[in-house]
């Protein structure tokens, strides 16, 4: 478990890519699967939604990635890469999800107060890392330039919250 997660977090830290993931599907359900119980977590730790709505958000949010990738990836003849690409960022959003914790419940007593600006920063940080390195990921996995991947990631990220907006009207009004 050690290595997995050493794996895991080279990936996040950009010191290793897609390439650098086992190409296996089992531990991609794994991954997937401890992404899913970390999300869990989180939606029952947050106070601002009900767990259900931030749990599915989460979800959508997950699948329009991987699906605007998986088709990035097979436009381009890559689809050889796809179990591998999706355990990156899967491995990201898992790394990032577990440091971002104590954020969480350091949060959980504010409610729907505003948080103070260290708590806004420390998110901030965990944003701009996230995007990082999920853009790092894309470049290596569709053989893109790095500017091109992370202006793709910026707007992956908007056409995720434009397209949750959409599908979650009751999330993006409590927002």
Not at 9 to 24: C, I, K, Q, V, W
Not at 148 to 154: F, G, I, R, Y
Request: aromatic letters at 10%; hydrophobic letters at 60%.
């Amino acid at each position: 478990m050690n290595s997995l997660w050493s794996l895991y977090f080279r990936a996040s830290t950009l010191r290793s890519g897609p390439e650098d993931m086992p190409y296996s599907p089992a531990l991609l359900r794994f991954t997937l699967g401890a992404w899913l119980l970390l999300q869990l977590l989180g939606a029952v730790l947050q106070t601002r939604f009900s767990t259900l709505d931030s749990l599915l958000a989460q979800v959508w949010l997950l699948v329009i990635l991987l699906g605007s990738v998986w088709l990035l990836l097979h436009s381009k003849g890559l689809r050889a890469r796809t179990v591998q690409t999706f355990m990156a960022l899967l491995a990201v959003e898992l790394v990032i999800g577990v440091v971002a914790l104590p954020l969480v419940i350091a949060a959980r007593p504010l409610g729907d107060e505003a948080l103070p600006l260290w708590m806004q920063t420390a998110y901030l940080v965990l944003l701009c890392w996230n995007l990082g390195a999920r853009g790092y990921i894309l470049h290596r996995a569709l053989n893109i330039g790095p500017f091109l991947a992370m202006a793709l990631v910026m707007t992956l990220l908007v056409i995720s919250f434009v397209w949750l907006a959409l599908l979650m009207p009751s999330l993006a009004a409590g927002a």
